[in-house]
């Protein structure tokens, strides 16, 4: 009797031990993923624009890059802070989508189809400075 007790115990050590395995492994991939999220990239660089409207036609072209996860761009600044996942995207691509929007990035100039297609007050000057961060800066001192 006492052996047939020893047995079930041992073998309820055993079950549970290989549970805690099994839990473990669980864990170590949701790590992993984490880990995976942490190589986020931040990145800011000017783009032209004028209005609201500007604003939410270069974020939606700088979402739609696969990777992107988030985009913010500044009216005042004329320039654009962009979170991506670095394995899946670059700077590169981030212009462009931004440029065949319409608008003027510091690498890539803008599709002119789309540009001409923006709305006449978004209709931004190609000559204007972009990336103004530095002159606002001073103006608020
Ligand atoms: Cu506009």
């Not at 739609?64 to 899946?88: L, M, P, R």
């Not at 923006?118 to 190609?126: I, S, T």
Request: net charge positive.
């Amino acid at each position: 009797m006492k052996k047939v007790i020893l047995s079930v115990a041992i073998i309820a050590a055993i079950g549970l031990t290989s549970c805690k395995k099994e839990t473990k492994k669980v864990e170590e991939a949701t790590t992993t993923e984490v880990s995976k999220e942490i190589t986020m990239t931040n990145l800011s660089f000017g783009v032209r624009g004028n209005c609201g409207m500007c604003k939410s036609t270069i974020e939606k072209a700088a979402n739609s890059v696969e990777g992107v996860i988030a985009a913010s761009w500044n009216k005042d600044k004329k320039k654009i802070d962009v979170s991506f996942n670095g394995d899946k995207t670059g700077a590169v691509a981030i212009h462009k989508a931004i440029a065949a929007s319409g608008y003027d990035t510091e690498k890539v100039a803008a599709n002119n189809m789309a540009y001409n297609n923006l709305p006449e007050c978004c209709q931004y000057d190609h000559e204007m400075n972009m990336d103004q961060s530095d002159k606002i800066k001073s103006k608020d001192h």
